[in-house]
Nanobody, 119 residues
Framework: VQLQESGPGLVKPSQTLSLTCTVS??????????WHWLRQSPGKGLEWIGC???????GGSPSLESRTSFSRDTSKNQLTLQLNSVTPEDAGAYFC????????????WGQGTQVTVSS
């Protein structure tokens, strides 16, 4: 299973960031899987943003929930994260990660995509 994130690289403050994760080797609708978004900002630890399950159910971090939305395109086997009203604090590396529900193992990981927020 491989995950590949993609995105604009650079967004301006107050704009919406849209990232895509393309999954290969496993259907995102496979029973028992959920797919997470995490990020790591400079000088900060890894932060969980939210997830979408194989059913399409979503959940997000309370600190980001008002600005995030998660979706999927099963025909393309892709996941999408949208983050609204970005600020420089949203800059960092964004990752999508798979997880078999019921386990604590986050695997596999995408290589990540770097996001810069600047005018």
């Amino acid at each position: 299973v491989q995950l590949q994130e993609s995105g604009p690289g650079l967004v301006k403050p107050s704009q919406t960031l849209s990232l895509t994760c393309t999954v290969s080797g496993e259907s995102i609708s496979t029973n028992g899987y959920q797919w997470h978004w995490l990020r790591q900002s400079p000088g900060k630890g890894l932060e969980w943003i939210g997830c979408i399950s194989y059913t399409g159910a979503t959940g997000g971090s309370p600190s980001l929930e008002s600005r995030t939305s998660f979706s999927r395109d099963t025909s393309k086997n892709q996941l999408t994260l949208q983050l609204n009203s970005v600020t420089p604090e949203d800059a960092g590396a964004y990752f999508c990660v798979g997880q078999l529900i019921g386990t604590s193992l986050f695997d596999p990981w995408g290589q990540g995509t770097q996001v810069t927020v600047s005018s």
